[in-house]
């Protein structure tokens, strides 16, 4: 059976508990989505949407982005030095929000008090909830804030005071660029991270756009991934510095369910479709960069399997050829986390399968050692590749052609037509034809062979990837759950023939004599399991064809 690859909506709390409905997009109670319009704000204020891409880089890599001919503007650039205090409760209740709340003082000028948080908003990947109003100290007043604002923070905080976490140092050089239609922020940070005694270098490269469309945005810090030694990052100030202070690290990511709305046009649903495809990816760079744990390679691959399965399904409406190309990249960098994963895989099934059955872990040992070892240079290639160019620029040029709706290019009249079309229009269509798919690919699938039934696999894995991001278009029909958990547990079992070839090759590999025989005992367990697998795979194939499909 395969768990779940969607990151569930969070419950609504129980009444009388904290919210944050004032703070326009932050995350509601109830998981839906909420209302992108900024509040109304007090003088001297400044409240909306900032929108920033990130880079992570070193001291020499900022010295060549300082001296970079993209970067150059006529004048000084002098530097700035600025200090932050972030504030929050003793038990963290902004971060769990993932909301920040800093005082700031840019030399001997009057402090700013910031408060920003995630939007829950379509096309948000590289945009945040920001209010900036001037403070008279190095402390918060919430009283400072506009009234509905004051009030969704004291609703979050309660009663618990606010206190100083950590601060940030920065030395910042500032140069504002142009890019075509817009205009562009390029900060320079170099400073630090302090907590107690305790400090951590920060060095970055950020661009907020200040006017212009996102598009220009995305080009020009494309253009600058390709030339410079840059790092896109997604973690922000606020983050890095909890998670340092905190002692904690990010975690792996599921995917957000699509929220798309029944009255939705297929315009629309490309878009929210693929940059949550994109989110669901980049979200799962931090993880990995900071720990071994195996969730966050395996999203990073779920991500982009889901993309290419939303791409396929597109070009057979749209002919852009964007499609195809982006689908190709998406393949090759989800090979490239192929032997991570797959080592991972391996590590544990030998753990949680035969070693607690047929003898001691010294008997697995050396075989365990043998897999740690290829294990441990595939994380190396995996991280060696976030690192480089390659993943940066996809994300970023997939991001500007979403932004610039580039499918729009490749349209006639008719097909025009098709993108303003409820998008339930193309959702029933793409379902009814990968449902005929996999049902025709299925005939007599006990007695296929692997390679037919590895195809039986894709057919219900496109399926079900297409249901997901179609589901909520059906909400006020029908439960899509049912349908959804039937072609996940068939994709489960018939995936147990596809861990054994990908298991095959290593066990076969010439081996110690004692891993030798470890390695035999596994490829048993494998067999064993592919066995039960097709025991259960006649009546999990009926169950499935019995299930009424949730969107007719």
């Known amino acids: 059976m395969i768990e779940s690859e969607i990151q569930p909506q969070a419950p609504a709390d129980k009444a009388g508990a904290p919210t944050a409905e004032a703070i326009p997009g932050a ?3 109830s998981g839906a989505e909420a209302p992108e319009a900024a509040p109304k704000t007090a003088p001297a204020s400044s409240a909306g949407k900032e929108t920033e891409i990130k880079f992570v880089t070193d001291a020499a890599g900022l010295a060549a982005a300082l001296a970079s001919p993209l970067l150059r503007v006529e004048g000084a650039s002098p530097s700035r030095k600025l200090t932050s205090i972030y504030f929050d409760t ?27 948080w995630p939007l829950q908003t379509a096309g948000d990947i590289f945009s945040r909830g920001e209010i900036e109003i001037r403070a008279t100290k190095m402390a918060p007043d919430l009283a400072l804030f506009d009234a509905d604002i004051a009030e969704g923070l004291r609703q979050i905080i309660g009663e618990a005071p606010l206190e100083a976490k950590y601060e ?3 030395n910042r050089i500032t140069r504002m660029i142009t890019r075509g239609a817009a205009r562009i922020e390029v900060a320079f940070d170099d400073g630090a991270i302090h907590a107690g005694e305790r400090e951590l270098p920060l060095r970055e490269v950020e661009l907020e756009l200040k006017s212009g469309q996102p598009q220009d945005l995305c080009d020009f810090a494309a253009i600058l991934a390709e030339s410079l030694p840059l790092r896109l990052d997604n973690v922000s100030k606020a983050e890095r510095a909890s998670h340092f202070c905190a002692g904690t690290g990010p975690k792996p990511v599921k995917a957000k369910a699509v929220n798309l709305p029944a009255d939705a046009n297929l315009d629309e649903g490309i878009t929210r479709i693929i940059l949550g495809a994109i989110d669901h990816y980049l979200a799962n760079w931090p993880s990995l960069r900071a720990s071994d744990d195996p969730e966050s390679v395996h999203q990073m691959r779920v991500a982009l399997r889901r993309l290419r399965s939303a791409l396929g399904m597109l070009k057979r409406a749209i002919p852009c050829p964007e499609f195809e190309t982006f689908r190709e990249e998406a393949k090759t960098l989800a090979t490239a986390l192929g032997p991570a994963r797959d080592s991972d895989a391996l590590r544990d099934l030998i753990e949680d399968g035969p070693m607690g059955h047929f003898g001691e872990r010294k008997d697995f040992q050396p075989l365990l050692d043998a897999l740690e ?18 993943p940066s620029l996809f994300v970023l040029r997939l991001s500007a052609f979403v932004e610039r709706r580039g499918w729009r290019n490749a349209v006639n009249g008719q097909e025009l037509t098709t993108l303003t079309e409820p998008v339930v229009v193309f959702a029933t269509q793409a379902l009814d034809r990968l449902y005929k ?7 007599k699938l006990t007695t296929l062979p692997d390679e037919q039934r590895h195809q039986v696999r894709i057919a219900l894995k496109n ?24 072609a996940a547990n068939l994709q489960g079992l018939l995936g147990a023939h596809n861990d054994a070839a990908s298991a095959d090759h290593f066990l076969s590999q010439s081996h110690t004599s004692e891993a030798a025989r470890a390695a035999g005992i596994v490829s048993g367990w494998y067999a064993r399991g592919a066995m039960i697998a097709d025991a259960q795979l006649a009546k999990e194939w009926k169950r499935f064809k019995a299930i009424r499909p949730f969107w007719r």
């Open 27 to 29: 995350p509601p109670q």
């Open 90 to 116: 003793p038990d963290w209740g902004l971060k769990k929000r993932k909301m920040a709340l800093r005082v700031r003082r840019s030399g001997r000028s009057a402090p700013l008090m910031t408060l920003k």
């Open 168 to 170: 940030t140092r920065i």
């Open 373 to 390: 070892e290829r294990r441990v240079a595939a994380y190396a290639d995996t991280r060696a590749l976030i690192e480089s160019p390659a």
């Open 437 to 443: 798919r996999a049902r025709k690919r299925g005939r």
């Open 463 to 486: 399926l079900r990837y297409g249901g997901e991001f179609f589901a909520s278009c059906f909400a006020d029909q029908r439960d899509s759950g049912p349908f959804l958990r039937a």
